[in-house]
Nanobody
């Protein structure tokens, strides 16, 4: 089994920055894709970014490209999402997930964290 746990959310003003952390434990993740998703109230869960654990290849949703950066620390089994130039529309619960696929659909991921709230407001 794989456990994932997000942290780092909070309240930030528009234009500000936050770094989300996804700590993982359990089974080796070297062959996994790690993804970040977000979900606003009343909305579907939305792909944000992903990284291949082994390859380091990254993908971004158009809505965050140029503002968000995903990275991983292999030694710590930890994935980060650095968010800059935050906008009110970035407000959502952010989820970290692990899967064996490469896609951007939530159903392609097997393990999920509980989520961390990010609120962008003045």
């Amino acid at each position: 089994q794989v456990q994932v746990a997000e942290s780092g959310g909070g309240l930030v003003q528009p234009g500000g920055s936050l770094r989300l952390t996804c700590a993982t434990s359990g089974r080796t993740l070297s062959l996994y894709t790690m993804g970040w998703f977000r979900q606003a109230p009343g909305a579907d869960r939305q792909f944000v970014s992903s990284i291949g654990w082994r390859s380091g290849r990254t993908y971004y949703a158009d809505s965050v490209k140029g503002r968000f950066t995903i990275s991983r620390d292999n030694a710590k089994n930890t994935v980060y999402l650095q968010m800059s130039s935050l906008k009110p529309q970035d407000t959502a619960v952010y989820y970290c997930a692990a899967g064996t696929g490469i896609g951007a659909e939530p159903r392609e991921y097997d393990y999920w964290g509980q989520g961390t709230q990010v609120t962008v407001s003045s």
